[in-house]
């Protein structure tokens, strides 16, 4: 399995607060991704990264920040999270971005009450 | 852009049978597609990729298809077990662009 760690792994917050969910990887793979996850919808890319402190938007990024200082950590901030924002969301890392083949890590479940 | 679909969002097989599994695709341009297996409480798992190049690539036990002029592609498993039973996303890019994934379907396979 690749070396990729999420934490936390469960959360419950309030409304209104911030939340970082951290992505660790020990691969040293160039793309990291966030994506969340909701029934009915699929995964949904929220932001990537292709490079330390390069960052881009995904399909859902409104409400979603990231950061990306070191080649084996992306965060992903809700500034001020809301109820829809409940949802899990996965990490994923490739090497290369001529290919799809993403290595996910086990999810962080998000509740926002 | 792109949007992925699949055409059941569940299949229940019994042990032994062969599985196709189904995904429609709108963007012409896309040139890329994968499937991925996703178990309860898990990250979604790799299985197997395509170009549009190909009409078909074959892995252990899967087979993709791939048809270009009605833009679909399905995932075929012979003799499925029950350790196949899982949640099974096709996903598809345009070049330099991230992957778009379809919405699922759950096979269920009965022993």
């Known amino acids: 399995d690749a070396g990729i760690t999420q934490s936390p792994r469960h959360k419950v917050t309030e409304t209104g607060t911030p939340v970082t969910l951290r992505c660790h990887q020990t691969e040293n793979h160039r793309y990291m991704y966030w994506y969340r996850q909701d029934p009915g919808h699929g995964l949904r890319l929220i932001h990537y990264s292709y490079g330390v402190k390069d960052t881009d938007k995904g399909e859902v990024s409104d409400g979603y920040s990231v950061s990306r200082s070191k080649t084996e950590d992306f965060l992903l901030t809700l500034e001020s999270a809301t109820s829809s924002q409940t949802s899990v969301y996965f990490c994923?890392?490739?090497?290369?971005?001529?290919?799809?083949?993403?290595?996910f890590g086990e999810g962080s479940r998000l509740t926002v009450l | 852009g792109e949007s992925v679909g699949l055409h059941l969002p569940t299949l229940s097989v019994q042990e032994g049978d062969n599985s196709i599994i189904n995904c429609a695709y709108s963007?012409?341009?896309?040139?890329?597609f994968i499937w991925y297996k996703q178990e309860s409480g898990k990250g979604p798992q790799f299985i197997i990729d395509?170009?549009?190049?190909?009409d078909k690539r074959q892995g252990q036990r899967v087979t993709v298809l791939l048809n270009k002029t009605v833009k679909h592609l399905s995932l075929q498993i012979a003799a499925t077990q029950p350790g196949d039973s899982a949640v099974y996303f096709c996903a598809g890019r345009e070049a330099g662009t991230a992957l778009i994934f379809g919405k699922g379907t759950t096979l269920s396979v009965s022993s």
């Open positions: 994923a890392i490739s090497d290369r971005d001529s290919t799809g083949e993403l290595f």
């Open positions: 963007n012409s341009a896309s040139d890329y």
């Open positions: 395509i170009r549009s190049n190909m």
